[in-house]
């Protein structure tokens, strides 16, 4: 178990770019999501994973945003025409299957639109 | 709509002595808790969880207890030691809802002072 593994871990873009971000869960794990997080607020949900199929999405998913998970193991997380309301912390989780299972995080990318 | 209300910004306790973080939530349909703490620049780390089923779980030093009348939850942690400083976040999650999102509250910083 080598943890949840996220790549790059800071990201700084110019305004109007696109970036994508990678997320390698827990091996075992069948289940991955994307949250945002901004300074002084909590974890906010973005996108859910089961295997390769994608089960919930937020309405704070623009149409910008896309997520995949291609092969039901890494994910990637892509940001087009980025904001500088897209500066944030880029969390990826992943967890086992069950009901009432903890969601263990990756240490995030840190990005910046400047 | 913030569905989980962490209402305490930040909390200071001396070293030894029990650290008590408290959680408020408003959807009846969530049946799993967690709390999560969270280091600068890193994922938050997966501390302690509590199904609804149950009013009090304990781990070590770490002790949740819910109150589903009141639909509050709260996080005892003891003794207090300076590297459980760090902000705290609570979670909730509606397993039979049809939702496989945690919720999280904007968190608690906690110092322990030496």
């Known amino acids: 178990d080598t943890g949840v593994s996220q790549n790059p871990r800071h990201k700084i873009t110019k305004r109007g770019q696109n970036v994508t971000f990678r997320c390698d869960p827990i091996?075992?794990?069948?289940?991955l999501y994307w949250y945002r997080q901004t300074l002084g607020q909590g974890p906010e949900f973005l996108t859910y994973f089961q295997n390769e199929a994608q089960l919930e999405k937020s309405r704070l998913l623009s149409d910008r945003f896309s997520a995949e998970r291609p092969k039901g193991s890494f994910s990637t997380l892509e940001i087009q025409r980025t904001e500088q309301g897209d500066s944030a912390m880029y969390l990826c989780?992943?967890?086992?299957?069950?009901?009432?299972?903890?969601?263990?995080f990756g240490q995030g990318t840190r990005l910046t639109v400047v | 709509d913030q569905q989980v209300k962490q209402n305490s910004p930040s909390l200071s306790v001396q070293e030894g002595r029990i650290s008590i973080l408290n959680c408020d939530y408003t959807?009846?349909?969530?049946?799993?808790f967690l709390w999560y703490k969270k280091y600068p620049a890193e994922g938050p780390t997966f501390l302690i969880s509590?199904?609804?089923?149950?009013d009090k779980n304990e781990d070590g030093r770490f002790t949740v207890f819910l109150n589903k009348s009141a639909k509050h939850l709260s996080l005892h942690i003891v003794p207090s030691q300076p590297g459980d400083s760090a902000v705290y976040f609570c979670a909730a999650k509606g397993t039979t809802s049809g939702t496989y999102k945690y919720i999280f509250g904007t968190g608690t910083r906690l110092k322990v002072l030496a």
């Open positions: 509590i199904s609804s089923i149950k």
């Open positions: 989780a992943s967890r086992r299957t069950g009901e009432n299972t903890e969601a263990f």
């Open positions: 959807n009846s349909m969530f049946d799993y």
């Open positions: 091996s075992e794990h069948n289940r």
